[in-house]
């Protein structure tokens, strides 16, 4: 057994607000107190000093792509560019660096154009992808990962592998749909297990930089995703991988099978109802404003979704849908009413102990919202979303107008309805960074959407524990028999919320009974993360442990 004392620190409990100090046992918290009571704790085998640093609850990113993701952090990250020029130079740069790696495979993968930010106004075509490649097979994912341009080379292969060509498939145009779907596996073949390690390592020691102490892999159904998803949570990573495989079942043997090839925890994540708006692929009830003759694209129908809901609860398996538009998230809160009449008192047990998920949710109305709080559905959301495409000039706004705009992301409405809220970042689509996503549910775009402090934070931390059917009180807190997943960040000065930006604050007094938490107000630098601990295992580390 072997105790460790964190001291001369401010603790993020209800237990006792004014707590300087904690003591883990064999990964588990056992005590907590002021200096005075430090002895209380036991003879320490380590004693950690602080130095004022304040230890919170370590977050959970409760929906990333690691591959993508960590593929950006090694490869080609194209979401800082401002222009259509700015992203070809990139390009063509990073393509004639890979051409002095001896050995290095033929794919350039990249990730994070937005044609919607740049001046032209238009995504890169295929012939400015080959100038820019040359003959090499080229993947460049869109920031919302649900199209993607391609070079010319690694087109002929698609070609030469199917009979026809899939719907959403250009010639010149970025490929939507199941093109996409096609494509995106086919880069995926040409990667080597060496670039797929890296990348998945690389994203996982960020996410341990951030003071994550767990993340959701959403992965591909397909041969290439269950492939990379078995690879992934079979990796001696720095943090914990909870996997959720996008794979319909119709059956209950065949949901408990899907989980046995593939180490999957769940089917859900990214299994798609609809697509995203950026690429008008999300699946609405009235047309994009401005592609009038678009509604998006469904990919599951309504009695899909309610077979794969009936087969995963009967079979004890958690269930989820990736539903953004309108119409894909109703079609998910009828489903949820069908399958919960079918099912009956089953629904209620089988739930009871690990609830269906909706990943996203971004357009729900009030009858899908009341829906999902009868079937105790949990809604996995993305604060950044709204940060960088809400508001009244935000891409949202652009693609559906202000009225259909504004009630997206509803994150006070879903709480108050009851609907408990999971928070992650859908990386590589928005960046990891959990105190940003926290600031920005609190300050949501839309006046009256966004949650208090306490909510949002709880939604990253504990609220991410719930979503994977951990039902524990005490997971995802620091209290007296909780795990030892804990973030130690940057000391801040103990003010009420100040005009003064530039400096990490926390914006409670201790002696107001309320945990602390840093000043979230807009422009306040937020705090960097000095430690990070999963189970009281210490993955990251600036030097709080020596």
């Known amino acids: 057994m072997t105790l460790t004392v964190l001291r001369n620190g401010r603790v993020h409990t209800a237990a006792d607000p004014e707590a300087t100090a904690l003591a883990i046992t064999d990964g588990t918290i056992g005590w907590i107190g002021g ?67 001896p050995g290095t495979p033929g794919i350039l993968w990249g990730h994070g154009w937005e044609d919607s930010r740049w001046p032209e106004q238009r995504p890169p075509t295929r012939a400015e992808i080959d100038d820019a490649v040359g003959h090499r097979p080229a993947y460049l994912s869109r ?40 494509v995106r596996a086919a880069a995926r073949d040409l990667l080597t297990a060496d670039q797929r390690r890296d990348a998945h390592l690389a994203f996982l020691r960020a996410c341990a930089a951030q003071g994550i102490v767990e993340v959701h892999e959403c ?115 009828r489903a949820l009413t069908i399958a919960a009449e079918r099912l009956g008192e089953l629904a209620t047990v089988r739930l009871a102990g690990c609830a269906h998920r909706i990943e996203h949710a971004e357009m729900a109305d009030r009858a899908a919202i009341a829906a999902f709080a009868r079937t105790g559905v949990v809604a996995s959301m993305q604060p950044l979303f709204d940060a960088a495409w809400g508001g009244e000039d935000g891409l949202y706004t652009r693609r559906l107008g202000p009225d259909r705009a504004a009630p997206m992301n509803d994150f006070a ?40 402090p306490r909510a949002a934070f709880t939604a990253h931390t504990r609220g991410g524990h719930r979503a994977a059917g951990r039902m524990d009180r005490e997971i995802g807190t620091i209290n007296l028999g909780a795990p030892a997943h804990l973030a130690i960040v940057e000391a801040g000065e103990l003010v009420r919320p100040a005009a003064d930006a530039g400096v990490a604050r926390w914006s409670t007094d201790p002696r107001s009974r309320v945990p602390l938490l840093p000043d979230l107000s807009p422009g306040v630098t937020l705090p960097r993360t000095l430690a990070t601990l999963v189970g009281g295992r210490i993955v990251y580390d600036t030097g709080v442990f020596g």
């Open 35 to 101: 200096e005075h009571a430090v002895g209380n704790a036991g003879p320490p085998d380590r004693v950690i000093d602080l130095a004022g640093a304040l230890v919170v609850p370590g977050f959970v990113d409760a929906h990333v792509h690691s591959l993508d993701a960590g593929l950006a952090l090694t490869g080609l990250d194209l979401s800082g560019t401002r222009s259509l020029a700015q992203c070809l130079d990139a390009i063509r740069a990073h393509a004639a660096e890979l051409d002095t790696r």
């Open 413 to 452: 409405g879903l709480a108050a309805a009851g609907v408990a809220l999971a928070f992650g970042s859908d990386a590589p689509v928005t960046p990891i960074g959990p105190w940003a996503a926290v600031q920005a549910a609190v300050h949501h775009r839309t006046p009256d959407s966004g949650l208090s």
């Open 219 to 333: 992965a591909a159904g397909d041969e290439s995703g269950r492939t990379d998803l078995r690879a992934l949570l079979a990796l001696d990573g720095p943090i914990p991988v909870r996997g959720y495989l996008a794979a319909v079942a119709t059956d209950p043997a065949q949901a408990r099978d899907l989980l046995a090839q593939t180490g999957a925890h769940a089917l859900g994540g990214d299994l798609v109802v609809d697509g995203a708006i950026g690429s008008r692929t999300a699946a609405l009830t009235s047309p994009y404003l401005d592609c009038p003759s678009s509604r998006g694209v469904r990919y599951l129908s309504d009695e899909q979704i309610v077979e794969h809901l009936v087969a995963c609860t009967q079979a004890g398996v958690q269930a989820g849908f990736h539903a953004i538009g309108d119409d894909a998230v109703s079609a998910v809160g």
């Open 143 to 182: 920031i919302d990962v649900h199209s993607a341009q391609l070079s010319s080379a690694l087109a002929f292969l698609i070609l030469d592998r199917v009979a026809e060509r899939p719907d959403g498939w250009s010639d010149t145009d970025p490929v939507t749909q199941q093109a996409h779907a096609a």
